[in-house]
T-cell receptor
């Protein structure tokens, strides 16, 4: 089945710093989503980005489908950015189409 | 407000009991999903449904059951056959269309077996 690897697994930043999170996937995928899981467990949709580049405020994402990776950029980080960032790809695995999650990047932003 | 609701937020169960987790959406989505998340890990698919009255097993369906009698509702029953049911359960929905199938998630239910 499709494998999704996220790096780094953990990241500690000072408020105001920039960061790049990476997601590698092992096969062709239909779609790719980035999520932020807040401390209460809620998964918040950040980007739906099967290819290309999108920006939303301080966050932007780029997916290069032909090279099987996606990057999430966080600029001028704030303490509210803390939490876990998940990449998930939609592809065929186990005989059916499904969303496959990476293990996440745990981000802690300190004031 | 359009969205996905899950209830209850917290659930405690004694060993040997079945419990049912509720998931409702008013996004007019055809597809609905149940995921399980264990501490420090990503999400794993339990069951999914592409349309009313139809559903398929995901990667970890053993010990769980679902129904899809209405488009808006996709309840999950955790049976006594599930060996390690303590986890965070998340419900999601999407349009189900191949061209655009973004999944949106509910707030989750934390199940603890005492």
């Amino acid at each position: 089945g499709i494998q999704v690897e996220q790096s780094p697994p953990d990241l500690i930043l000072q408020e105001g710093a920039n960061s790049t999170l990476r997601c590698n996937f092992s096969d062709s995928v239909n779609n790719l989503q980035w999520f932020h899981q807040n401390p209460w467990g809620q998964l918040i949709n950040l980007f739906y980005i099967p290819s290309g580049t999108k920006q939303n405020g301080r966050l932007s994402a780029t997916t290069v489908a032909t090279e099987r990776y996606s990057l999430l950029y966080i600029s001028s980080s704030q303490t509210t950015d803390s939490g876990v960032y998940f990449c998930a790809v939609e592809g065929v695995s186990g005989g059916y189409n499904k969303l496959i999650f990476g293990a996440g990047t745990r981000l802690a932003v300190h004031p | 407000d359009g969205g996905i609701t899950q209830s209850p937020k917290y659930l405690f169960r004694k060993e040997g009991q079945n419990v049912t987790l509720s998931c409702e959406q008013n996004l007019n989505h055809d597809a609905m999903y149940w995921y399980r998340q264990d501490p420090g890990q990503g999400l794993r698919l339990i069951y999914y449904s592409q349309i009313v009255n139809d559903f398929q097993k995901g990667d970890i369906a053993e010990g769980y059951s679902v129904s899809r009698e209405k488009k808006e509702s996709f309840p999950l029953t955790v049976t006594s056959a599930q060996k390690n049911p303590t986890a965070f359960y998340l419900c999601a929905s999407s349009s189900g269309q191949e061209s655009y199938n973004e999944q949106f998630f509910g707030p989750g239910t934390r199940l603890t077996v005492l």
